[in-house]
């Protein structure tokens, strides 16, 4: 018994390190509803409203004990961004329609599912091939992790004017390197965040560089991204950047072992950071002071690896950047510092 609850707090630790938290709703009513008991918010009869169905889809989630570790943070959320995307409502769109009422065959649309996501613990995101960051939609399948990422959060916060430490003009970045990209969300969040600038978003996989070239297309943005497959730096040549931005594999050994079953929807490679969790971003420390101009930076997420990689480089002064929803996970470094 005692080893079978290690094993549970196990998991639910390494759930939450591997999250993103990119919630795709923050409508009034339905923080409302999370605010309430489940089960006294649960319709005696079939739901007939979009509220109705969050309110039951949560209720059915919660009961479940799905995961909670791929865009959102909670039944309520998750409920939230089944019924949106099942009626063609973007997450703020969610507010002003609570009171709609739903078809039947819409709600047998949702009802099913809820019940996938149940009966196979596979995200949400990838059921719907759908996920939202920073309020942009992104296609995603099981070719790519699931995008969640605090990285979009400081494109947006520390380069704009009204920053309170702004890392640098969003007008003067003209070149940007995603490295890891995955599905291209961080690329495109870079161009909507520097509208002078022209970004490569390079990948290992070329099953998550099809996923991206997708985003890219949706987006419109094909003569400002530029794909590259390659082991991180391999595939640039001499290129220099005014920024590298990378949100590169980083579970440790421990936490490869205790994934939740969601997460073994999505690749691997996308996850597995080495024994330690720092292997890749040891070598991107290593290589990225050559392909950074001279007032050039990076920024980098590590999630829970703070303390590995401070041992690691007692030297290096690292500058953590907090968001709403992390503290210590994503580093800042001048050129002149690597």
Known sequence: MAKTAKVARRKAATAKKVSRRAAPTSAAKVRQAKKKPIKSVVAKTQPATVLDHIRTAASRLRKARVVFAHGTTDPVAEAAFIVGETLGLRPDAIEDACDRRVTKADSAKIRELVEQRVRTRK????????????GLPFYVDERTIVPRSFIGEILDDHFGDEASLQLRDPATVTRV???????????????????NAVIDAADLSADALAVARRNVMDHGLERRIRLVQGDLFTALGGERYDLIISNPPYVDAEGMAGLPR??????????????DGIALVRRILSDAGAHLDDDGGLLCEVGRCRPALEAAYPRMPFLWLDTEESEGEVFWLEASQL
Do not use: H, Q, V, W
């Open 262 to 275: 969601e997460c073994a929807y999505e690749p691997k490679m996308a996850f597995d950071g080495g024994a």
């Open 177 to 195: 390197l995603d490295l890891c990209t995955g599905s291209g969300c961080l690329a495109i969040l870079a161009a909507r965040a520097f509208p």
């Open 123 to 134: 995200p949400a995101a990838y059921l719907l091939n759908r996920m939202y960051m920073r």
